[in-house]
Nanobody, 115 residues
Framework: QVQVVESGGGLVQPGGSLRLSCTAS????????MGWYRQAPGKQRELVAV???????NYADSVKGRFTISRDNAKNTVYLQMISLKPEDTAVYFC?????????WGQGTQVTVSS
C-alpha cells in the first residue's frame, strides 16, 4: 500500500502563490505517474496536472502558464507551484500516484483563494 501525504494548502489572496507538496511512500521509480487533481464544492474531481515517469507533463487548460508540476526523485515528492491564483482555483487538491497495478490518493489539502 502506497501512502500519499499532501501539504501546503491554505488561504491566499487573488494573484497570490502557493506551493503544494506530495510525498509518497516507497521508491518514486515505481510510480508511472504522479498528479494533482482538485474538487470544488458541487463539482466533479478534475485533473490539474500530471508528471509521468519520463518527466513529461500535462496540464488542464485552465491552469496552463500559471501552475507548474515538478518532482524531486530523491525525496519521493512531487510539487505543484501555483501562481496568479484566482478565486476559481478554490478547491480541495488531491495528490494521486499510479503504478503497476495500483493507484493511491492522498487525503487532500484545501486551497482557498479569496480577498
Amino acid at each position: 500500500q502506497v501512502q500519499v501525504v499532501e501539504s501546503g494548502g491554505g488561504l491566499v489572496q487573488p494573484g497570490g502563490s502557493l506551493r503544494l507538496s506530495c510525498t509518497a511512500s516507497g521508491s518514486i521509480f515505481r510510480f508511472s505517474a504522479m498528479g494533482w487533481y482538485r474538487q470544488a464544492p458541487g463539482k466533479q474531481r478534475e485533473l490539474v496536472a500530471v508528471i509521468i515517469s519520463g518527466g513529461s507533463t500535462n496540464y488542464a487548460d485552465s491552469v496552463k502558464g500559471r501552475f507548474t508540476i515538478s518532482r524531486d526523485n530523491a525525496k519521493n515528492t512531487v510539487y505543484l507551484q501555483m501562481i496568479s491564483l484566482k478565486p476559481e482555483d478554490t478547491a480541495v487538491y488531491f495528490c494521486n500516484v499510479k503504478g503497476l497495478g495500483f493507484t493511491s490518493w492522498g487525503q487532500g489539502t484545501q486551497v482557498t483563494v479569496s480577498s
